[in-house]
């Protein structure tokens, strides 16, 4: 007998078992997971860790195979939850306020460079049918600044991936050109 046929022997007896045992094996499956929760988050961890490239094109499979799934989900959860999306969307507005540097509060032509942005990124999306995003660089939630000397337009994916990590370089980087730009203000004015 070839390993192969060993191979599919044994996965056509496990799925024989799993189908005669469901209820038994999920409910041990549930209660081990219960005693063992923090043993199996670490050890999901540490399996990303060391998979994260295997991960990450799972994932992206997963997605692609899977848009209007993930998106009816999305839609469905944003019309189910309309007060966390609110309030969601509300705090990301006064992070974006908070965070705009006093120099260029009311500054028209620092509200043009964002709106042109935001602009770009809607050319960009009806150009290759393509989502992309606005993103910081520098995050908000870092404490980047809503600058559009902060600002690039990126694929959606790229940005989720993303999510709130920056390069130290990048983010020296801002800090400095948010200097000059401010050393400027003052020496117009």
């Not at 609110?86 to 965070?99: D, F, G, N, P």
């Not at 120099?103 to 602009?119: A, G, M, S, V």
């Not at 660089?137 to 709130?164: C, F």
Request: positive net charge; charged residues 35%; proline residues 3%.
């Amino acid at each position: 007998m070839t390993a192969h046929k060993c191979k599919q022997d044994k996965a056509a007896y496990d799925r024989a078992r799993y189908q005669a045992n469901r209820e038994k094996i999920i409910a041990r499956s549930k209660l081990y997971y219960k005693t063992n929760r923090e043993k199996m988050i670490a050890r999901r961890k540490a399996y990303v860790q060391n998979n994260k490239e295997k991960v990450d094109a799972y994932h992206k499979v997963y997605r692609e195979a899977n848009k209007e799934k993930i998106n009816a989900t999305v839609k469905g959860w944003s019309r189910n939850n309309k007060d966390k999306r609110s309030a969601t969307q509300a705090k990301r507005r006064a992070l974006k306020i908070k965070l705009i540097p006093t120099h260029l509060l009311d500054c028209p032509i620092e509200k043009n460079r964002i709106n042109n942005t935001y602009k770009l990124r809607e050319a960009f999306i009806k150009i290759t049918g393509v989502q992309h995003h606005v993103d910081h660089m520098w995050p908000l939630s870092d404490g980047g600044p809503h600058w559009s000397g902060n600002l690039q337009v990126i694929t959606a994916t790229e940005n989720v991936r993303k999510y709130t990590k920056v390069d130290p370089n990048i983010k020296a980087t801002i800090q400095e050109m948010l200097i000059e730009e401010e050393q400027m203000r003052y020496e117009q004015h």
